[in-house]
C-alpha cells in the first residue's frame, strides 16, 4: 500500500486537475478545500436525447478536495457538486433518488454554517486514475444538475 501525505496528496490533485482541466478546456478556481470546476452541463427534458452542436443552458460548480481519510485512515479525493438546500420538505424525494442516480450519492454537506444535498464520490489518493477523476467530475455535474433540476425545479446553487 502506498503511503500519502497531505502534502502529496495536494500534488497529485493538482496534478489531475491541471490535466483534466487541459483535456475538457474547463475554468477551474483554486479554493481553500481545493478546486472548483465550472463544468456546462446540458439539461434536455427527461425521455430526450441532447442536439449535437448545442450549447449549455446551465453551469454546475463541481468541487474537489484532498482533506479526506478513509475509515482505515488512507488519504482520500471528495469530488461534490451541490445540489439544492437541504430542506426537510426534500428528504424523502431525496432517498427516492438516491437509488435511481447512476453515480455518486446523495448526501448532505455543510457550507458557510448551511445544509445542501450534494452529490458525492470519493477515491483513495493511491488508486485514483485522471480517467476514473475525469468522469467522475463530469458526471457529477451533469447528473447534479438533473437533481437539482428535479429538486428545485430551477438552476439555484
Known amino acids: 500500500m502506498l503511503e500519502n501525505g497531505p502534502q502529496e496528496s495536494q500534488l497529485r490533485l493538482l496534478s489531475l486537475v491541471e490535466e483534466i482541466a487541459a483535456a475538457r478546456s474547463l475554468e477551474v478556481i483554486r479554493i481553500d478545500e481545493g478546486f472548483v470546476f465550472?463544468?456546462?452541463v446540458f439539461s434536455p427534458a427527461p425521455g430526450k436525447k441532447k442536439k449535437k452542436g448545442r450549447k449549455a443552458r446551465r453551469r454546475q460548480f463541481v468541487y474537489v478536495s484532498a482533506d479526506r481519510k478513509s475509515m482505515d485512515g488512507r488519504d482520500m479525493f471528495q469530488v461534490f457538486t451541490i445540489c439544492a438546500p437541504a430542506e426537510r420538505?426534500?428528504?424523502r424525494n431525496v432517498l427516492l433518488l438516491n437509488m435511481n442516480i447512476p453515480f455518486g450519492a446523495i448526501a448532505?454537506?455543510?457550507i458557510k454554517e448551511r445544509n445542501y444535498f450534494v452529490m458525492v464520490d470519493t477515491y483513495l489518493v493511491e488508486e485514483v486514475s485522471r480517467k476514473s477523476m475525469?468522469?467522475?467530475i463530469m458526471t457529477l455535474a451533469q447528473c447534479g444538475d438533473?437533481?437539482?433540476e428535479i429538486l428545485?425545479?430551477?438552476d439555484v446553487c
Open 108 to 110: 448532505i454537506y455543510k
Open 38 to 40: 465550472d463544468v456546462p
Open 152 to 154: 428545485m425545479g430551477t
Open 89 to 91: 420538505r426534500l428528504y
Open 146 to 148: 438533473r437533481v437539482e
Open 134 to 136: 475525469e468522469n467522475s
